[in-house]
């Protein structure tokens, strides 16, 4: 056999093995919705002080989608994505609903699952000890989470017990939702949240990403399965309720099943957005008088924007359906260099600390307030006696990169920064990538400069990984990103 016919055969070879995106692959989809809404008053999560939630103002749902590509009957790759209306995903709550599929689907490869936060501080506590809660007339976090884990997981199989071939597009538009919500001021100092309307403003810190990339899937006959939409921006517009809502994507979901089919699943993902939210910081008075004029409450309004993107893409992309489309997904545990503490913000986190115990020991109804600050500090205090053994800790975290087609979906656990996604995006290979936060429970990863201006979200007490760990996520994540579009040897 002369070379070049060794050369073809070889190819053939490991094209078979690595099962490279040339060589195709039918794409089979599944879908499914779990309500995970309580029936019994349920502390709510986002917010220091502890909120029971009496009334359900919408739904909290989990929503997947499953993925696999087959060549015959030959499995190549498999993802399974769920979007749950909470704040985060404990590690605890990945790792129970990975061994509850396991028990219904004992082979499958359970670290394809990933689940994300849409963050709404709406939605019920799933970590325990995080506040103190009363013992009765609310549902327990431990019991809660069972009912989430039972729910969530019985979802995921049904999404992938109902896959069949379908086809995938991908498409962009922009909507004008999310707005940085740290204001930098003349000292350069900054306050997340601080006024704009006074003459030591001087800007807001950061780039505002406002993409709406939406994945949709079909089913062969063309009927619309699922759609993902991705938007930068933590759904807490009513954070400060004390009620179970979904936030700004209840509404989305409702206005895109009634375009699109009433069965469609709506998966919501928060991009990379730790320091933007949909709270207005300026022109203020215009944006009010243009919502009441429309006759639409803010969430109304959030959803407007988004549902319009939405549309506006479905109406390009809807004729650019990929039954073929590679899916490659690389799971990868990796260790980022955690943000040291300093003795003083030992020293300050050790007071808060010892106040808020003698506060709680003093007035017991202050608990409640108490409590969760006291937790929040303790974490501060205890990363700073472990510096004292451990000189360059580390914090291990989970990232999934999934090639669909052209596009690539990349998770982190954090509420990652937004200049670090624009970063992710501006290096990737795919011609469209969505960046996915809150895989995971979602501590901050500031910037450098918004660490240098200071205040809650770029603090130390804040943030478990600082700048260095950001950008070294980054160049992971985008390594990990060309991989998928390596050529085999």
């Known amino acids: 056999m002369d070379n070049t016919r060794i050369l073809i055969v070889s190819c053939l070879l490991v094209c078979g093995m690595t099962a490279w995106p040339a060589c195709g692959g039918q794409l089979h989809v599944g879908a499914a919705s779990a309500d995970i809404t309580p029936s019994e008053p349920v502390a709510v999560s986002g917010q220091f002080g502890l909120r029971i939630a009496r009334k359900i103002e919408s739904p909290v749902t989990a929503n997947v989608i499953a993925l696999e590509s087959r060549q015959g009957d030959r499995s190549i790759d498999i993802a399974i994505m769920v979007s749950c209306d909470v704040v985060y995903i404990p590690d605890k709550i990945l790792s129970l609903v990975r061994q509850t599929v396991r028990r219904s689907l004992p082979k499958f490869d359970t670290s394809k699952i990933f689940l994300n936060g849409t963050h709404t501080h709406t939605g019920p506590v799933l970590l325990v000890d995080k506040y103190k809660i009363p013992a009765k007339g609310v549902i327990s976090v431990e019991k809660y989470r069972e009912i989430f884990v039972a729910r969530v997981s019985k979802a995921i199989v049904d999404a992938w017990g109902a896959r069949k071939p379908g086809r995938v597009s991908w498409g962009q538009e922009q909507a004008a939702v999310a707005c940085n919500r740290r204001a930098v001021y003349a000292d350069g100092s900054a306050r997340m949240y601080g006024r704009t309307n006074t ?34 921006c933590p759904s807490q517009e009513v954070e400060s309720r004390s009620t179970v809502n979904a936030d700004f994507w209840h509404p989305v979901r409702q206005a895109l099943r009634k375009r699109y089919g009433k069965k469609v699943c709506v998966l919501g993902w928060t991009g990379a957005s730790g320091d933007q939210s949909p709270h207005l910081m300026y022109r203020k008075a215009a944006a009010e008088r243009m919502r009441k004029l429309r006759g639409l409450t803010r969430l109304e309004e959030i959803a407007r924007r988004i549902v319009r993107a939405v549309e506006d893409t479905h109406k390009v992309v809807k004729n650019d359906q990929h039954a073929e489309a590679p899916l490659i997904h690389k799971v990868e545990t990796i260790h980022l260099p955690m943000r040291l503490v300093k003795p003083a913000e030992y020293a300050e986190a050790k007071t808060a600390v010892d106040r808020a115990k003698a506060q709680i020991a003093k007035d017991p109804k202050t608990a409640s307030r108490e409590y969760r600050r006291m937790k929040w500090y303790e974490v501060t205090v205890k990363r700073y006696e472990r510096q004292k053994t451990d000189h360059s800790p580390t914090l291990e975290t989970e990232l999934h990169v999934l090639r669909v087609g052209d596009a690539v979906v990349c998770t982190n656990a954090f509420e990652l920064f937004t200049d670090y996604g624009i970063r992710i995006k501006a290096r990737s290979k795919a011609v469209q990538t969505f960046v996915v936060q809150l895989v995971g429970p979602g501590t901050y990863i500031p910037t450098a400069k918004a660490v240098r201006g200071g205040h809650y979200s770029a603090i130390v007490h804040s943030s478990l990984v600082g700048p260095e760990g950001g950008q070294m996520l980054v160049d992971r994540t985008v390594k990990l990103i060309d991989s998928l579009w390596a050529k085999p040897k």
Request: no cysteine; charged share 25%; net charge negative.
């Open 199 to 232: 003459r030591a403003f001087r800007s807001l810190e950061g780039y505002e990403d406002q993409d709406v990339n939406t994945l949709f899937f079909w089913d062969a006959d063309g009927e619309m399965i699922a759609l993902v939409v991705n938007v930068s």
